[in-house]
């Protein structure tokens, strides 16, 4: 039986795998990153997102916040080598004084209750010329063969406890509009699709909706819920998709489309 904190660390780093690749493209097209010396990641969870940045991009800093305590003291572990700075808490436990060159909010956006005022406090600890990034669920792409009657119930029941939370898991038609009254300019807003055909994706995903599963089942995993994810593993015509989407602003300069 595997505990809660190291599901959830696998199921993030699973996470991360399957899209880091794909999420680059935003990176690369946004000035703001590429003059950026000091990151926000919010919702950093485990670090290791800001891990594989960090490797990729050596000359920056990066500051992880996350609320959650055993994770952040996972990402401390993780993130040792480099000039990763890991807060436990939220944006409001920051120092006062903190400035930002870049805020990656990465699959987090969709759980605040209250976007408004984490906006508010970005555009007022953010440089002239910062830049953010949301990446978040785009849930109309998402696409399984054969159907996965238990694991989607499950996932079903997730978006619920999100929606009573006062989460948005329709973040996609209205975040570009939200940043843009805080003063930040929509760049662009581009779809990623993560399918399973991709190299070694379906391994990755297989991995990922155990994880998914036990997060929401519990460990060892029902046995109908696992033959059932076994059996989409090994049949050579299965295929899962799921989207998520990159949207890019930046303070400054002209409005871009």
């Given amino acids: 039986m595997r505990d809660k904190d190291t599901i959830f660390d696998d199921f993030l780093r699973f996470q991360v795998e399957l899209s880091f690749d794909l999420e680059q493209s935003f990176f690369r097209s946004s000035k703001a ?29 990066f500051v992880c916040v996350e609320i959650n305590e055993a994770l952040a003291q996972r990402a401390r572990c993780l993130v040792r080598p480099f000039d990763i700075e890991i807060v436990i808490g939220t ?65 079903k029941r997730f978006k619920k406890q999100v929606k009573a939370a006062g989460g948005n898991r329709k973040l996609l038609f209205c975040i570009q509009d939200e940043w843009e009254k805080h003063e930040f300019r929509h760049v662009r807003t581009d779809p990623v699709i993560v399918h399973s055909d991709i190299q070694r994706c379906k391994e990755l995903m297989y991995m990922y909706m155990l994880a998914e599963a036990e997060i929401d089942y519990g460990s060892p995993l029902p046995n ?25 602003s930046e303070k400054g300069g002209a409005k871009r489309a």
Avoid at 33 to 55: H, K, P, Q, S, V
Avoid at 105 to 112: F, G, K, P, Q, W
Avoid at 127 to 150: M, N, Q, R
Avoid at 232 to 242: D, E, G, T
Wanted: some cysteine.
């Fill in 91 to 155: 944006f409001v436990d920051l120092p006062n004084d903190s400035e930002f060159d870049f805020v990656i909010a990465r699959h987090v956006m969709s759980y605040l209750s209250d976007r408004e005022t984490f906006m508010r406090w970005v555009s007022s600890h953010t440089t002239s010329s910062a830049g953010v990034l949301t990446i978040d669920a785009d849930d109309t792409k998402y696409l399984v063969c054969p159907k996965l009657p238990s694991f989607e119930a499950g996932d």
């Fill in 224 to 248: 109908r819920l696992s033959e059932e994810l076994q059996s989409w593993a090994f049949n050579p015509r299965s295929y899962l998709q799921y989207g998520i989407f990159g949207s890019l």
């Fill in 33 to 61: 990153w590429n003059d950026a010396e000091t990151i926000l990641d919010f919702g950093a969870g485990n670090g290791y997102y800001a891990r594989r940045l960090a490797e990729k991009y050596p000359e920056k800093r």
